[in-house]
């Protein structure tokens, strides 16, 4: 195997589309936020406006400071906590994040999909154990682009993760198969065995 497709801590990988960081036991692949520079505005704006809105809840204590009747003061607190909420629902809409991260644990042999926002905050989507990958696969997209694909078991339709160059994400996928085909025992029987396993496996 070429030495290029081993995952070394000391040695970074040749990408732009694609962030990587190569831990011991702990990898971490993302989408480059230069590639989303339309999301990235719309998240800011977004978060501008939400910052705006939890102000404004306060306007209508200012607009109606003084002496109220209890109608008065339940609209001025209805008001207020209508705002705040629409608010804080935007917030956490627009940083929802807008680019994908790949994380593998190799110690604890699980897969987790996230999506990160502009603060580089991630929200996990999906979580599974590695065995569960049966193919890792390269999908073209227009011209250039390609995207990466896990099928999993149990599922019928693949598991899109990560887009990006096709250079990239071809040296990408091949790096993940010759990694987890040493890190999943599965795949290491169903290569030693492409027939199905015999009645009594060898240890």
């Not at 110690?107 to 603060?119: K, P, S």
């Not at 989507?125 to 682009?145: C, K, M, N, S, Y």
Request: proline content about 7%.
């Amino acid at each position: 195997m070429d030495s290029n497709t081993i995952l070394d801590p000391h040695k970074p990988v040749p990408w732009q589309g694609i962030k990587a960081t190569i831990d011991p036991g702990r990898w971490c692949f993302s989408e480059a936020p230069e590639r989303f520079p339309l999301e990235i505005l719309t998240e800011k704006v977004s978060r501008t406006i939400a910052a705006l809105i939890v102000y404004g809840s306060f306007l209508p204590w200012v607009l109606f400071l003084g002496p109220q009747s209890t109608i008065g003061l339940y609209e001025t607190a209805s008001q207020s906590l209508a705002l705040l909420f629409i608010g804080i629902a935007l917030y956490a809409y627009a940083t929802r994040g807008y680019r994908t991260q790949v994380e593998i644990d190799i110690d604890t042999h699980q897969m987790a999909i996230c999506r990160l926002n502009g603060f580089n905050n991630s929200r996990i989507a999906h979580v599974f154990p590695l065995r569960w990958i049966e193919e890792i696969r390269t999908v073209p997209l227009g011209q250039d682009g390609a995207a990466l694909q896990f099928v999993l078991t149990g599922r019928t339709r693949p598991f899109t993760a990560l887009r990006g160059e096709r250079d990239e994400i071809a040296d990408l996928c091949q790096r993940l198969h010759y990694h987890l085909d040493k890190v999943d025992p599965k795949q290491q029987l169903r290569e030693a065995y492409p027939d199905g396993l015999p009645a009594v496996v060898p240890v």
